[in-house]
C-alpha cells in the first residue's frame, strides 16, 4: 500500500516535463533505485570534486609559502599535493606545480637559514 500527499491544486505545476517518466513506470524505472536523480553521470562525485581542492589549495600554499612562513606553509603544500595525486584528482599539473612550491619553500628556508647563520631568517638579515 503506498500512501501519497497531494499538494492543493494552486500550489501543483500546471504541466510535468514529458522527458521524466513517473517513478513506476518507464523501461529503466527498475534499474534505477528510488530517490536518485536521472542526471547522475552529469554531477561529478564529492571526493573527486575534494582533490581538485586540495591541488588548488596546495599550489596557492606553495606560492604563498615563497614569502611568508615557508616552514609550515611548504610542508602543507606537500602534503596537500601528495594527498590530491594520490586520490587522482583532475588538476593533476596543479597538485605538481604545488609539490614542486612545497619543495622549493623548504629548500628557500635551508638556504635563507644558512646564509644567516640561524635556525630563522628574516628580511632585515
Do not use: K, Y
Not at 554531477?43 to 581538485?52: E, F, I
Not at 602543507?76 to 586520490?87: D, E, F, G, M, T
Amino acid at each position: 500500500m503506498e500512501l501519497t500527499a497531494q499538494a492543493p491544486a494552486e500550489n501543483r505545476p500546471a504541466h510535468r516535463p514529458e522527458s521524466r517518466p513517473e517513478a513506476g513506470s518507464g523501461s529503466d524505472a527498475g534499474n534505477r533505485p528510488e530517490g536518485r536523480s536521472e542526471h547522475r553521470s552529469e554531477q561529478r562525485p564529492v571526493g573527486r570534486r575534494d582533490t581538485d581542492g586540495m591541488a588548488v589549495a596546495s599550489f596557492v600554499l606553495g606560492l604563498l609559502g615563497l614569502l611568508v612562513l615557508n616552514i609550515v606553509l611548504g610542508p602543507v603544500a606537500i602534503a596537500l599535493a601528495s594527498v590530491a595525486l594520490w586520490r587522482g584528482t583532475g588538476r593533476r599539473g596543479r597538485a605538481l606545480l604545488g609539490l614542486g612550491l612545497g619543495v622549493a619553500d623548504l629548500v628557500l628556508l635551508g638556504v635563507l637559514m644558512s646564509l644567516n647563520n640561524s635556525v630563522s631568517w628574516s628580511f632585515a638579515g
